[in-house]
C-alpha cells in the first residue's frame, strides 16, 4: 500500500506580503532620515567684568554667544562696576561669590566662567574658596593670573606720582592693599615684601602659608579646564605672559610657567591641572587689552570651543 503524506499548510514557507517588502525596502532610508537625539542643553555661562568695566561692556560678547549657542543662558554680572571695581578682591570676591551660588546651585551639569582681565583673579579666588562649585571651563581672558609690574595709564591715574618701581611702597602697605590693583602688584624686585604685604595673589597662589592652603588647592583642582588667553600687543598686562602664569624674575628677563615656583611646587594645583591636560593656552597677537570681548575671530577661535 502506498502511503502519501503531504507537508501541513504551517509549515510550508510563505512569501512575504506586499506591505512586508515595501517596509524592508524603505528601512535603510528610514535610519538614514531618523531625526537626531536631543542635544544636552547649553552649560550657562557667567561673565565677570574687570578694571573700571560694567556689564555694558560685552554687549558683543554676549551677541556673539548667542548666535552660536541659541538658548544659553548668559549671565553678566553687574557688581563692583567702574570706580567700586578698586575695592579690595576678597570684598569682590565675597560679593561675586554670593551672586554666583544660585546660578551653579540650579545648574547641575555645571557652569562655564569667563572672566576678563581683573575678573580672572576674582574667578581664580573663588574657584579656590568656593568647597561645592561646579565649574566646568574657567576662561581666563587677558587676565594677569601673575600678576602685574608695568606703568599703565591705568596706574598713572591711579597713584600720578609713583613709577613702577617705586609703586611697591604704596602698594605694599596696609593702606595700598585697600586698592584692587595693589592685590595683585608683583615687585620681581622686591620678593619678600611682596610675599609678606600681598593679601591676595600671594595666597590664591599659594605662596604664602595659611591655614586655607589645602583646601583651597582642593577646590581649585574641581575644575574640568582651564583656558588661558592673552597676547603680545595687549598693552595693559605686564609682562603680557601673566596671562599665561608666566612672569619676571629678579632681572625681568620673563620665565614661562613651567619655570614659575608655584607651578614646580604645584602650590595650588597648576602642575596637577597640565599634567591632566586641561590647560589650554591660545596665546593671540593683534589684539589691544580693551578689545579682547569684542573681537569675533578671536571669540570663535578661543573661547566658543569651549561653551559645551
Same mark, same amino acid.
Given at each position: 500500500?502506498?502511503?502519501?503524506?503531504?507537508?501541513?499548510?504551517?509549515?510550508?514557507p510563505?512569501?512575504p506580503?506586499?506591505?512586508?517588502v515595501?517596509?524592508?525596502?524603505?528601512?535603510?532610508?528610514?535610519?538614514?532620515?531618523?531625526?537626531?537625539p536631543p542635544?544636552?542643553?547649553?552649560?550657562p555661562?557667567i561673565?565677570?567684568?574687570?578694571?573700571?568695566d560694567?556689564?555694558a561692556?560685552?554687549?558683543?560678547?554676549?551677541?556673539?554667544?548667542?548666535?552660536?549657542h541659541?538658548?544659553?543662558?548668559?549671565?553678566?554680572?553687574d557688581?563692583?562696576?567702574?570706580?567700586e571695581?578698586l575695592?579690595?578682591?576678597?570684598e569682590?570676591?565675597?560679593?561675586f561669590?554670593?551672586?554666583?551660588?544660585?546660578?551653579?546651585?540650579?545648574?547641575?551639569h555645571?557652569?562655564h566662567?569667563l572672566?576678563?582681565?581683573?575678573?580672572?583673579?576674582?574667578?581664580?579666588?573663588?574657584?579656590?574658596?568656593? !568647597?561645592? =562649585?561646579?565649574?566646568?571651563?574657567?576662561?581666563?581672558? @587677558? &587676565?594677569?593670573?601673575?600678576?602685574?609690574y *608695568?606703568?599703565t +595709564?591705568?596706574?598713572?591715574?591711579?597713584?600720578p606720582?609713583?613709577m613702577?618701581?617705586?609703586?611697591?611702597?604704596?602698594c605694599?602697605?596696609?593702606?595700598?592693599?585697600?586698592f584692587?590693583?595693589?592685590?595683585?602688584?608683583? !615687585?620681581? =624686585?622686591?620678593?619678600d615684601?611682596?610675599l609678606?604685604? @600681598? &593679601?591676595?595673589?600671594?595666597?590664591?597662589? *599659594?605662596e604664602? +602659608?595659611h591655614?586655607?592652603?589645602?583646601?583651597w588647592?582642593?577646590?581649585?583642582?574641581r575644575?574640568?579646564?582651564?583656558?588661558?588667553?592673552?597676547?603680545?600687543?595687549?598693552?595693559?598686562?605686564?609682562?603680557?605672559?601673566s596671562?599665561?602664569?608666566?612672569?619676571?624674575?629678579?632681572?625681568e628677563?620673563?620665565?614661562?610657567?613651567?619655570?614659575?615656583?608655584?607651578?614646580?611646587?604645584?602650590?595650588?594645583?597648576?602642575?596637577?591641572?597640565?599634567?591632566?591636560?586641561?590647560?589650554?593656552?591660545c596665546?593671540?597677537p593683534?589684539?589691544?587689552?580693551?578689545?579682547?570681548?569684542?573681537?569675533?575671530?578671536?571669540?570663535?577661535?578661543?573661547?566658543?570651543?569651549?561653551?559645551?
Amino acid at each position: 500500500m502506498k502511503t502519501h503524506w503531504s507537508m501541513p499548510e504551517s509549515w510550508r514557507p510563505r512569501l512575504p506580503t506586499l506591505g512586508v517588502v515595501f517596509t524592508l525596502a524603505l528601512l535603510p532610508l528610514l535610519l538614514l532620515t531618523a531625526p537626531p537625539p536631543p542635544k544636552a542643553p547649553y552649560k550657562p555661562v557667567i561673565i565677570v567684568h574687570g578694571l573700571f568695566d560694567s556689564s555694558a561692556t560685552f554687549r558683543h560678547l554676549l551677541q556673539y554667544i548667542n548666535q552660536t549657542h541659541p538658548g544659553t543662558l548668559v549671565t553678566v554680572l553687574d557688581l563692583f562696576d567702574g570706580g567700586e571695581s578698586l575695592r579690595p578682591l576678597w570684598e569682590q570676591v565675597q560679593g561675586f561669590q554670593k551672586a554666583v551660588t544660585p546660578i551653579m546651585e540650579q545648574s547641575p551639569h555645571g557652569v562655564h566662567l569667563l572672566c576678563y582681565s581683573q575678573g580672572g583673579l576674582i574667578c581664580r579666588a573663588l574657584l579656590s574658596v568656593m !568647597d561645592e =562649585h561646579n565649574v566646568d571651563t574657567f576662561i581666563s581672558l @587677558s &587676565s594677569p593670573q601673575m600678576g602685574q609690574y *608695568g606703568d599703565t +595709564d591705568y596706574l598713572k591715574w591711579l597713584f600720578p606720582t609713583s613709577m613702577r618701581s617705586n609703586l611697591y611702597r604704596i602698594c605694599y602697605s596696609p593702606w595700598g592693599q585697600e586698592f584692587s590693583i595693589c592685590n595683585y602688584w608683583h !615687585d620681581p =624686585h622686591h620678593p619678600d615684601l611682596y610675599l609678606n604685604a @600681598s &593679601s591676595f595673589l600671594a595666597l590664591i597662589n *599659594g605662596e604664602r +602659608d595659611h591655614p586655607n592652603a589645602t583646601v583651597w588647592r582642593k577646590n581649585f583642582l574641581r575644575v574640568k579646564r582651564v583656558v588661558l588667553i592673552g597676547g603680545p600687543d595687549d598693552g595693559v598686562i605686564t609682562p603680557w605672559q601673566s596671562s599665561f602664569f608666566g612672569f619676571y624674575d629678579a632681572n625681568e628677563t620673563v620665565l614661562e610657567m613651567e619655570e614659575q615656583q608655584v607651578y614646580l611646587l604645584d602650590s595650588f594645583g597648576l602642575k596637577t591641572l597640565s599634567a591632566r591636560g586641561s590647560i589650554v593656552r591660545c596665546p593671540t597677537p593683534g589684539i589691544p587689552h580693551t578689545a579682547w570681548h569684542s573681537n569675533r575671530s578671536l571669540y570663535e577661535a578661543c573661547i566658543e570651543p569651549w561653551l559645551s
